[in-house]
């Protein structure tokens, strides 16, 4: 894909040929209706649990959350989408696109097509938008949750986000009191650590296995807490595919559990999936939201991995009364997300065929090196142990016979040129020791794996022999 940005005064002198926008040439036999499939075939709810009203939602909301109110000029703007032209306005804080120096800007798809901006729609594309989204966008966005996830009917919204990582910051601001436990994996998303620090939050890091966070667990350790009068989490933060660093996918049976768990024992689950397109048995599993009869999931979606990470396209879909509160984040934080980046997203979203093209090949993409990085650990069998990542980027390692990697990682493999990322950047106090490694096989060259994979496996009979000479105090 390339863009190229033409200004009014000329200086960009070769013009394309105008682009069909939207007529992408993709002829595939997809079927596109099932590759946009996460929803399960069993009832929502066995009627166990009520759905949380209105006034419920306040016992999850944060004290700091609580204090925001509404910017008038922020309401101004909504209003002015809704009214369009039919009023004189002396009331926006908006520029005039005429000031703008853009002309036109195209972007061609590498699989055929391309998008064109110009004129008012270029104009609107750089405008001011309300806080929670192009409302065009917002639009499709509610159409493609409803087919992807089905979700049950409650009050339900979404809001334009600049990528997961911003609606895990949200989220932490929206539900944490200073102290407050959190229910999150035991080895989980450096992002989410750097986005809970200053809230010295207690987390309740549950262990997974192959098929991810084991709801047993999490029951047990809910139980005793409650058993011993302890504060009870309000909030728990999962991936549910392709976890980070785990690889993990969630099956649909443990989802149901842990839903279950959040109606049981009261808290909200916040559902991280930007790896969703990235499950590598394509399985289609039904996701959190898709089970959410009682209003308690906000997922968080982004396209990073698959479209752009640079876009900052992402979104959050919630129950209303939360969606409402962060709208309310977003109009002290950063106003709205880029409206170019809205723009782009809407244009990639209404035509369903080609996402899904594309979606697939990047699956293939990534499927293809994942397998050819198994292939090149070969030789680690017996050095460490690794199961094969169902999803994502990552694959996640235990090296054996050594009990922490930070000195091998940042000092003997940094020296001979090989990086990677040790286990302390997933656990919540990343001083303590960690015989864990995660590889990424998202950007590494094919013919770099084996070099890389050689390399390593030296590097851990290294630090095998010099751990062993430590603990037993030889030379
Ligand atoms: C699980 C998870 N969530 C969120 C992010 C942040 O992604 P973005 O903010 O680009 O959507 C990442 C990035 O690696 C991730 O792995």
Redesign the pocket.
């Known amino acids: 894909m390339w863009v190229q940005i033409f200004t009014k005064n000329g200086t960009i002198k070769k013009i394309l040929e105008p682009l069909h926008v939207n007529k992408a040439k993709y002829s595939s036999n997809i079927d596109v209706d099932q590759f946009f499939k996460f929803y399960g075939e069993k009832a929502d709810s066995d009627g166990d649990f009520k759905p949380l009203e209105e006034e419920d939602y306040n016992r999850f909301i944060s004290s700091r959350s609580a204090m925001r109110e509404p910017a008038i000029t922020r309401q101004i703007t909504s209003l002015a989408y809704k009214v369009g032209k039919r009023m004189i306005s002396l009331a926006e804080g908006m520029p005039n696109e005429e000031v703008f120096p853009f002309k036109r800007l195209s972007l061609e798809m590498k699989g055929g097509g391309g998008m064109l901006f110009e004129g008012k729609q270029l104009g609107a594309a750089l405008q001011y938008v309300p806080s929670q989204g192009l409302p065009s966008l917002l639009t499709e966005l509610r159409q493609f949750q409803e087919d992807l996830h089905r979700p049950p009917p409650i009050p339900r919204d979404i809001m334009v ?8 910051y949200q989220c932490a601001e929206l539900f944490l009191e200073p102290g407050d436990p959190l229910i999150t994996t035991e080895y989980a ?1 450096g ?2 650590h750097s986005t809970l620090r200053p809230y010295n939050p207690e987390i309740l890091g549950i262990p997974e296995d192959e098929d991810g966070l084991i709801p047993e667990t999490l029951e047990s350790v809910l139980q005793d807490r409650l058993s011993r009068g302890l504060k009870m989490p309000k909030m728990m933060y999962v ?1 549910p595919t ?3 660093p785990s690889g993990a996918v969630i099956p649909e049976e443990r989802r149901r559990k842990i839903y279950k768990l959040a109606c049981k024992y009261d808290f909200i689950i916040v559902e ?4 969703m397109f990235l499950n590598y048995d394509e399985r289609r599993v039904a996701s959190f939201l898709s089970l959410d009869a009682c209003g308690r999931v906000v997922r ?1 979606d ?4 698959v479209v752009s ?1 640079g876009l ?3 979104w959050v879909s919630a129950p209303a009364p939360l969606l409402q509160r962060l709208e309310l984040h977003a109009q002290a934080e950063l106003l709205h997300s880029c409206t170019l980046s809205q723009a782009i997203l809407l244009k990639l979203l209404s035509d369903r065929r080609a996402l899904a093209t594309h979606l697939q090949s990047a699956r293939e993409f990534y499927r293809a090196r994942r397998d050819a990085l198994q292939r090149a650990l070969e030789p680690l069998q017996g050095l460490a142990a690794w199961s094969s990542p169902q999803a ?2 990552f694959l996640w390692m235990r090296l054996r016979g050594v009990s922490d990697v930070y000195n091998m990682v940042f000092h003997t493999a940094f020296e001979r040129g090989l990086m990677l990322v040790p286990g302390h950047a997933f656990q919540y106090d990343s001083t303590a020791p960690s015989p864990y490694l995660r590889l990424t096989f998202s950007k590494v060259k094919l013919e770099d794996m084996p070099i890389a994979a050689s390399h390593l496996a030296q590097l851990i009979r290294e630090e095998q022999q010099a751990q062993h000479k430590r603990v037993t105090g030889t030379q």
């Open positions: 986000m600049n990528g997961g990582q911003h609606g895990i998303y992002g989410l991936i392709g976890s980070n991280d999936d930007p790896y968080l982004s396209l990073s991995k990470a900052r396209a992402g994502g980027l």
